[in-house]
Every structure is written in C-alpha cells, then in structure tokens.
C-alpha cells in the first residue's frame, strides 16, 4: 500500500504534459522562466517578454493564450521574468532576456527544443526590451548567446522604440514611467532606443505589431522604416484596437485563432523558422 500511495504521490506531483516547468537562469529570484516543452524534439522555441511600464507585470500573467496557442502548434515555448525598475536598471533588464536565451540555448538538447531557431516576443515594454535585444548585439554577445540563433522579433504594441521623441511627445499618463525607466540624460535614452540601433547587424527580421494607438502606430512604423532602410526585413501591421483596451487585448487575445493577428503571426513564424 506504502508504494501505491508514493507513485499516486508522484504522479500528483508530475507536471501535466502541457503544463510548464519553472527555470532560474540567474541568482535573483526575478531571473526565472516558465518553460512548455514541445511535443516533438527539435521543435522551434518563442520566447516571450511580459510588458508592464519596466516596473511590474509577471510571466504567468502575460501570456494569455500563447503558450497553448504556440505549443499546439509544435513549439517550445517560454515565458520569463526580468528584474523591475526600480531595483534594477533598464539596461539589466535587456541584458536579463539575453542570458535567458543563452540559459535556454545550453539547455536545449534537454529541453528538446532547436537552438537554431528561435524568435524572440514582447508586448509593451517587453515589446521594447524585445527590440533592443534585436537591435543592440551588445546584449546577446555579453550573454554568450549565438546572435545566429535568433531568427527574428515580434514587438506586440511597443511605444518606446524612440525613447526621447515618445517621452517629448507621449503626453503625460506615461511621462513619469518613461522618466523613471530611462532618466532624463539624453545620451541614455538614446543608446535605449531600438530605433537608433537600426543600423545593422540585428535581427534578420521584425513583425511589429501595433493597435490603434497614436503613439504605439507612428513608433512601431518609424522602427519598421527605420530597419528597413538599413536592410532589416521589417513588417509592420495595424490591428483594430484603442487606447489601453486595445493594448491589452493585443496581448491577451493573442493566440485566440479568431483574432485576426494570430493568423498573421503563425504564417510569420512558418516563414521565419522555415517549416
């Protein structure tokens, strides 16, 4: 009876075949991920990056219906946390998605996932540090991660790409956010700016993704320019949606196979990873 009872126990205990696994990739109890492990070896792995103004927000709360989505589409995926201004600075932040993609790259015969392909996705200011990671190398290279293995970027209604033209003209509701995440100096902003990082090398390519707001259309169209002048393949798409309503369900609806930017994203992912 005792070795029925701990084989119940165990099975109890076991995770469910679609339910994630929780990883540390750094010593801060922050610096962990949720990870859903493909059905197939050697299968894609998108890993997404929780918006929530660089202060708050959570990588369980973020990913609506994405892990199932893209799990069911046979890929890895992975959720993460990141240390929160202001305990830690903007520039940690990037520097903590990159060791999160070398932690997974190492791990990935175990994990059973393709360390060759993988696209990285953030929404808000997740789609930011997404974007930055794509666009300053200087992230992945100082995380030891393979810049060849990142097939591409998904921003899901970033604001922020230019950070000092949006904190000059972005009105007040995100004015002390954006001063709190990036300061005042002028050289910062910059050097945080995915579109000043346009010039290549970055990633091979970029879906941007914006709703109908006025601030996320023109800086998620100027980071497309932007790319694109510099021989980055960028897409940029608008998806109906307004103000934070929209922001939200952008993220939250993701995934949902109504939603008209799901399809978009799937016919994106199968061209980018090459199935």
Same mark, same amino acid.
């Given at each position: 009876?005792?070795?029925?009872?701990?084989?119940? /126990?165990?099975?109890?205990? +076991? &995770?469910?075949?679609?339910?994630?696994?929780?990883?540390?990739?750094?010593? /801060? =109890?922050?610096?962990?991920? /949720?990870?859903?492990?493909?059905?197939?070896? $050697?299968?894609?792995?998108?890993?997404?990056?929780?918006?929530?103004?660089? @202060?708050?927000? %959570?990588?369980?709360?973020?990913?609506?219906?994405? #892990?199932?989505?893209?799990?069911?589409?046979?890929?890895?995926?992975?959720?993460?946390?990141?240390? !929160?201004?202001?305990?830690?600075?903007?520039?940690?932040?990037?520097? %903590?998605? #990159?060791? #999160?993609?070398?932690?997974?790259?190492?791990?990935?015969?175990? *994990?059973?996932? +393709?360390?060759?392909?993988?696209?990285?996705?953030?929404?808000?200011?997740?789609?930011?540090?997404?974007?930055?990671? $794509?666009?300053?190398?200087?992230?992945?290279?100082?995380?030891g991660f393979n810049a060849k293995s990142l097939r591409g970027v998904?921003?899901? +209604?970033?604001?922020?790409?230019?950070? =000092? @033209?949006?904190?000059?003209?972005?009105?007040?509701?995100?004015? %002390?956010?954006?001063?709190?995440?990036?300061?005042?100096?002028?050289?910062?902003?910059?050097?945080?700016?995915?579109?000043?990082?346009?010039?290549? =090398?970055?990633?091979?390519?970029?879906?941007? *993704?914006?709703?109908?707001?006025?601030?996320?259309?023109?800086?998620?169209?100027? *980071?497309?320019?932007? !790319?694109?002048?510099?021989?980055?393949?960028?897409?940029?798409?608008?998806?109906? $949606?307004?103000?934070?309503?929209?922001?939200?369900?952008?993220?939250?609806? *993701?995934? /949902? &196979?109504?939603?008209?930017?799901?399809?978009?994203? %799937?016919?994106?992912?199968?061209?980018?990873?090459?199935?």
């Amino acid at each position: 009876e005792r070795l029925i009872e701990q084989a119940a /126990d165990r099975r109890a205990n +076991d &995770p469910q075949p679609n339910a994630p696994v929780e990883l540390s990739y750094g010593k /801060d =109890p922050l610096q962990n991920l /949720d990870y859903w492990k493909p059905e197939k070896k $050697g299968a894609p792995l998108v890993v997404f990056v929780h918006g929530g103004g660089w @202060k708050r927000g %959570d990588k369980r709360d973020a990913t609506g219906q994405k #892990a199932e989505h893209f799990h069911g589409k046979g890929y890895a995926f992975a959720s993460i946390n990141y240390r !929160l201004v202001p305990a830690c600075t903007v520039e940690q932040q990037a520097q %903590d998605v #990159a060791a #999160a993609l070398a932690f997974l790259t190492k791990k990935a015969d175990s *994990l059973g996932f +393709d360390r060759n392909r993988i696209v990285l996705m953030g929404h808000s200011a997740g789609a930011h540090l997404s974007a930055l990671v $794509g666009t300053d190398m200087s992230y992945l290279k100082n995380a030891g991660f393979n810049a060849k293995s990142l097939r591409g970027v998904i921003p899901l +209604d970033g604001a922020c790409y230019d950070v =000092p @033209k949006q904190i000059a003209q972005g009105g007040e509701f995100m004015h %002390d956010t954006y001063l709190q995440a990036f300061g005042t100096e002028a050289a910062r902003q910059i050097r945080l700016s995915p579109t000043h990082h346009a010039g290549s =090398p970055n990633a091979p390519g970029f879906l941007i *993704l914006h709703v109908r707001r006025i601030d996320g259309t023109a800086q998620s169209k100027a *980071l497309g320019e932007a !790319l694109r002048k510099n021989g980055t393949a960028a897409e940029v798409k608008g998806f109906e $949606g307004f103000g934070l309503k929209g922001h939200a369900e952008i993220n939250r609806r *993701l995934g /949902d &196979p109504s939603y008209p930017a799901t399809p978009v994203v %799937d016919q994106w992912l199968k061209r980018v990873f090459g199935k």
